[in-house]
């Protein structure tokens, strides 16, 4: 059963027939998501029934900015919000809703949810990585899958940074010790210090690049390592050119006192930082991940850490749950010298308000003209962005 009743009452007694907005809250739900529907003043359920059925639904199946939802809404969509959907089953939710745009954070979307979405045009990734979507089965089914790269990129680089003095200043031990009514200044004034050290930068998109310019005010050496870099590129990043291959990375893990990674999760980079990486790098090195777990073999990471003391900063992790709270545990985050958090790079309210208008952004050239920007998929279904 499904009542209609004023969002407010305020636009309930607008005399703009633009204005009013109803919301329609599921009776009898345990989930409660919310449904906002832009209507127009005075007309009768029928009517209100018919113009919903006339919008473009969209389904945010994550938590969300309010700045989002309210921009969804201002775009003339039907909205429909619901944080706990990852954990309830995304599939049926779909089919229940079935929306034409469907925004997920880090809800994982399977092939199972292209096979009960008969209205699905559209995926939004409120984010920068797309690993948690099923892109193959999405372009099976022609359903354009976008992201927000950049938006979040300067959160993830404060992150980054906050690691890496972590590694170095133990910060995590200290307050640790404290709270255990410990005074230890003999133990923790044990530190190296970040200046004049050398950094290596492994990936050179939006992330990268903010963690070179907060790395280099830091008095850091950086080098930059890509598969796309270019000497003439990394001069202009003001850091060195620290090659493009295997070789070079290798190279490159020898003389780096830290590494920081930002690549995405692909076949090429799976387990990219495995064994023959961790051999190469520094006894007493510094390695951060605030990309994608899967792009390290985290056995070997955990060898060597145990036999050349190197120390980890992490917010990524091969066994991460998918929801928001959940039971865990990794065999890495216990071991010393580890400093771990909980895949938040991006969870800054700057940038998920930034993420926030940019899918806002994206679904309005979708409503408006059929572009789909920032398509992941672009190129196989043929479209423009």
Not at 14 to 35: Q, V
Not at 48 to 70: H, I, N, P, T, Y
Not at 234 to 249: H, I, K, N, Q, R
Request: glycine share 8%; net charge neutral; with cysteine.
């Amino acid at each position: 059963m499904v009542e209609l009743q004023p969002a407010s009452e305020s636009s309930a007694n607008s005399n703009n027939p633009e204005a009013e907005t109803r919301m329609i809250m599921p009776c009898c739900s345990t989930l409660t998501p919310t449904i906002l529907v832009p209507t127009l003043a005075k007309i009768s359920p029928a009517q209100a029934a018919d113009l919903k059925e006339l919008l473009m639904r969209v389904f945010v199946a994550d938590k969300f900015e309010k700045a989002g939802l309210d921009g969804l809404k201002a775009l003339g969509c039907e909205v429909i919000n619901d944080p706990n959907a990852g954990a309830t089953g995304l599939a049926g939710l779909v089919a229940s809703h079935d929306p034409q745009v469907l925004v997920v954070r880090s809800t994982k979307v399977t092939s199972a949810v292209f096979e009960t979405a008969s209205n699905l045009k559209l995926i939004v990734r409120a984010g920068s990585g797309v690993d948690n979507i099923d892109v193959v089965s999405a372009t099976k089914r022609r359903v354009a899958v976008c992201n927000c790269p950049g938006m979040n990129a300067v959160a993830v680089a404060e992150l980054t940074m906050g690691l890496l003095l972590c590694c170095d200043r133990r910060i995590p031990d200290m307050c640790a010790s404290a709270k255990a009514d410990n005074w230890n200044k003999k133990e923790f004034s044990k530190a190296r210090g970040l200046k004049g050290s050398t950094l290596a930068v492994i990936g050179v998109g939006a992330i990268g690049q903010e963690v070179i310019k907060r790395a280099v005010a830091f008095g850091m050496n950086v080098v930059a390592w890509s598969r796309g870099i270019t000497p003439q590129h990394a001069s202009a990043l003001g850091c060195e050119f620290g090659g493009t291959d295997t070789p070079a990375l290798l190279s490159l893990a020898k003389r780096a006192d830290a590494v920081s990674v930002h690549l995405p999760l692909a076949d090429s980079t799976k387990k990219l930082f495995n064994k023959e990486f961790f051999a190469a790098m520094k006894s007493g090195a510094y390695f951060i991940n605030t990309s994608r777990g899967g792009v390290v073999d985290e056995a070997s990471l955990r060898d060597a850490i145990a036999s050349k003391g190197i120390r980890a900063g992490l917010d990524v992790w091969e066994n991460q749950p998918a929801e928001t709270e959940a039971g865990w545990h990794s065999d890495t985050a216990y071991m010393p010298g580890v400093y771990a958090s909980h895949h938040v790079g991006a969870s800054t309210d700057q940038a998920q308000v930034a993420v926030a208008h940019e899918t806002v952004r994206i679904v309005k050239l979708w409503k408006d003209d059929g572009r789909a920007v920032n398509c992941v998929n672009g190129a196989e279904l043929g479209l423009g962005g």
